[in-house]
T-cell receptor, first 112, second 113 residues
C-alpha cells in the first residue's frame, strides 16, 4: 500500500459546483497534513494546512479524519481559476527526523 | 513569492554525460531539498540539506550527488545521466524554525536521450 494515496481524477466539474476529494495515508503516526496546489507546468504552492479540528479558508475547507486516516479538501462555488492539480502532503516524524510524503495529486478541471 | 531560482530551466543531454542543476535562494532558509516529479509518482525526495556542507539522502538518491558550499546555493549533480533520470526537478526550501511549509523553485525540465 502506498504511504499516501489520492484519486488521480480527472475531476471535471461545472463552474459554481462543489467538489471534494480525499487523500488517505497509511502511517497512523503521521502528525501534520497539507494541501498544495500545482498549476500545469508550474511549481507546487501551499494551499492550506489541515488542522485536527478542520479549517476553512474562504471557499476551501480542509478536514482530517484520524480514525479513518484520511484528509479531505472541499471547494465550494468552484471557479475556473481553481483548475489545477491538488497534492496532499503528509508529515511523519521518526526519532526526530521528519519525512514529507507527497501524494500523486488529483487533477481538477472546472468547466464553464 | 519566495526567492528561489533554478538553472537551467530546460536541458536536453545525452546518456552518460554529467549534468549539474543549480538552486539559488535569497531567503536565507537553512533547509534545502531536491525532488523529482514523474507521472504516476508524487514528488520524490532525492537529497536534502540542513545547512552548509550538511546533506543527507532521500528516497531516490541513487545516481545523484549534491553539494552545498553556501547557504544560498544547492547543487544537484548527475554524474552520468541515464534515460531514467528524465524528469522535472524541483528545488525547495524551508525554515525549520517556522512552519513546515516548503517553498518550491520553478523547476528544471531535464531530458536524457
Amino acid at each position: 500500500r502506498k504511504e499516501v494515496e489520492q484519486d488521480p481524477g480527472p475531476f471535471n466539474v461545472p463552474e459554481g459546483a462543489t467538489v471534494a476529494f480525499n487523500c488517505t495515508y497509511s502511517n497512523s503516526a503521521s502528525q501534520s497534513f497539507f494541501w498544495y496546489r500545482q498549476d500545469c507546468r508550474k511549481e507546487p504552492k501551499l494551499l492550506m494546512s489541515v488542522y485536527s479540528s478542520g479549517n476553512e479558508d474562504g471557499r476551501f475547507t480542509a478536514q482530517l479524519n484520524r480514525a479513518s486516516q484520511y484528509i479531505s479538501l472541499l471547494i465550494r462555488d468552484s471557479k475556473l481559476s481553481d483548475s489545477a492539480t491538488y497534492l496532499c502532503v503528509v508529515i511523519t516524524s521518526n526519532f526526530g527526523n521528519e519525512k514529507l510524503t507527497f501524494g500523486t495529486g488529483t487533477r481538477l478541471t472546472i468547466i464553464p | 513569492d519566495a526567492g528561489i531560482t533554478q538553472s537551467p530551466r530546460h536541458k536536453v543531454t545525452e546518456t552518460g554525460t554529467p549534468v549539474t542543476l543549480r538552486c539559488h535562494q535569497t531567503e536565507n532558509h537553512r533547509y534545502m531539498y531536491w525532488y523529482r516529479q514523474d507521472p504516476g509518482h508524487g514528488l520524490r525526495l532525492i537529497h536534502y540539506s540542513y545547512g552548509v556542507k550538511d546533506t543527507d539522502k532521500g528516497e531516490v538518491s541513487d545516481g545523484y550527488s549534491v553539494s552545498r558550499s553556501k547557504t544560498e546555493d544547492f547543487l544537484l549533480t548527475l554524474e552520468s545521466a541515464t534515460s531514467s533520470q528524465t524528469s522535472v526537478y524541483f528545488c525547495a526550501i524551508s525554515d525549520p524554525t517556522g512552519s513546515n511549509e516548503q517553498f518550491f523553485g520553478p523547476g528544471t525540465r531535464l531530458t536524457v536521450l
